[in-house]
């Protein structure tokens, strides 16, 4: 996460210098670093002048005070790539060390968050590694409806049935079935 007290402490910049350097008032500069004031709420001109000073982009300066839900659908496939790309040991120590479970289920991203705990758990029972118990809240959570993979709609669709809903809900990984999540597929992935 870059902060601008980070980026100022990075290039041993007081805030005082950075008010004089860009034309920011210092008491903008003082509580954006302070967090009285979120970065996100300054003008074009302001994150302008700042990230010019800082020879940093505006949008590093607010890459991770804005929000961006992706696709639920995308997202899921990023996981599998991250699974396939960092193995499943280090897929697991890196959630785990993230906390990103945790963050994303404050946030409300109920989804996000009980998919990424379902991998976690899927990864832990095939590599005979014991269930992370600081998520045992979590796992007392079930979405109210069952969120199935595209495909599978778009094939219930066209065959004018609900039966590919109620096979693909048959095959379902356990771990993943538990919080309402349709998912057979998690290894081959492109």
Known sequence: MMKLSEVLQEKNM???????????????????????TNIK???GETLYKLAKALNVTMEDLVRDSVE????????????????KDMGDIDFIINTLESGKIRTLYQKKWYPESL?????????SRENDLPLCEDYSD????RLSDPIYPASIIAMSVFCRSDQPKKDSYAEAIPEF?????VESEVRNVC
Request: proline residues 2%; positive net charge; charged residues 20%.
């Open 177 to 181: 079935i538990r919080f309402n999540i």
């Open 14 to 36: 007081t805030k005082y210098r950075l008010s004089k350097i860009s034309g920011v008032p210092f008491t903008t500069v003082s509580e954006i670093t302070t967090g009285k």
């Open 115 to 123: 998919y990424l705990l379902a991998m976690l758990d899927y990864l």
């Open 138 to 141: 979590i796992r007392a959570v």
């Open 68 to 83: 961006y839900r992706q696709n639920f659908e995308t997202y899921k496939s990023n996981i599998c790539h991250m699974v």
């Open 41 to 43: 709420n300054c003008t």
